[in-house]
């Protein structure tokens, strides 16, 4: 039972342009969203965040869009630089008795081509 | 800057043996994690602890268990390892919101 799905394995996208990775998920009950980036040989580190109650959160090159009613949510890189290629993961938070549970998505692995 | 320290980066195990995964977080975090990553499959959360000798199941605890006698330190525990468990491990701590994670262990069953 896949909760949070990203159902891109992978996207190649052209330097400088826009790279747009994609996420669904099923639980209503999800209040906070957060998008992180893993390169080969580390751990994740995060990137970007939306609560629930809002539809979009910006930083720099990277924003989040979050489509409540569709329980979709979208990250857009531009412009895409050859330094942003790695496993981008969305994960969406549950409150279980007072503690914090993540849950992850698939992965899509964005490839930025010079 | 929170720092996850995951104590080996490769280990190799025979099946049967038991292993000790460990990780430590310097930042006084509560709550703290263990997730496997697996190609396709995503990053799924075995445990998770969010005090001192607190612990919860996640999805996929089967095979597992684990420790936290001290708040900065929580191990992973495979009872009897099995090659089904070779995969990349993350330990992950925060105080609330953002997990921090270490930099993971590939453990090889053979």
């Known amino acids: 039972d896949q909760q949070v799905k990203q159902n891109s394995p992978s996207l190649s996208v052209q330097e400088g342009r826009i790279s747009i990775l994609n996420c669904d998920y099923t639980n209503s009950m999800f209040d906070y969203f957060l998008w992180y980036k893993k390169y080969p040989a580390e751990g994740p580190t995060f990137l970007i965040s939306?609560?629930?109650?809002?539809d979009k959160n910006e930083d720099g090159r990277f924003t989040v869009f979050l489509n409540k009613s569709a329980k979709h949510l979208s990250l857009h890189i531009v412009p895409s630089q050859p330094g942003d290629s790695a496993v981008y993961f969305c994960?969406?938070?549950?409150?279980?008795?007072?503690?914090?549970?993540?849950?992850f998505g698939q992965g899509t692995r964005l490839t930025i081509n010079p | 800057d929170v720092k996850v320290t995951q104590s080996s980066r490769y280990l190799v195990k025979r099946t049967g043996e038991k292993v000790f995964l460990e990780c430590v977080q310097d930042m006084d975090h509560e709550n703290m994690f263990w997730y496997r990553q697996d190609p396709g499959l995503g990053l799924r959360l075995i445990y998770f602890?969010?005090?001192?000798?607190?612990?919860e199941k996640g999805d996929i605890p089967e095979g597992y268990s684990v420790s936290r006698e001290k708040k900065e330190r929580f191990s992973l525990i495979l009872e009897s390892a099995s090659t089904n468990q070779t995969s990349m491990y993350l330990c992950a701590s925060s105080l609330w919101g953002v997990l921090h994670f270490g930099n993971g262990t590939r453990l090889t069953v053979t």
């Open positions: 939306i609560s629930s109650i809002k």
């Open positions: 602890s969010y005090d001192v000798k607190m612990k």
């Open positions: 994960a969406a938070r549950l409150i279980i008795q007072g503690a914090q549970k993540l849950v």
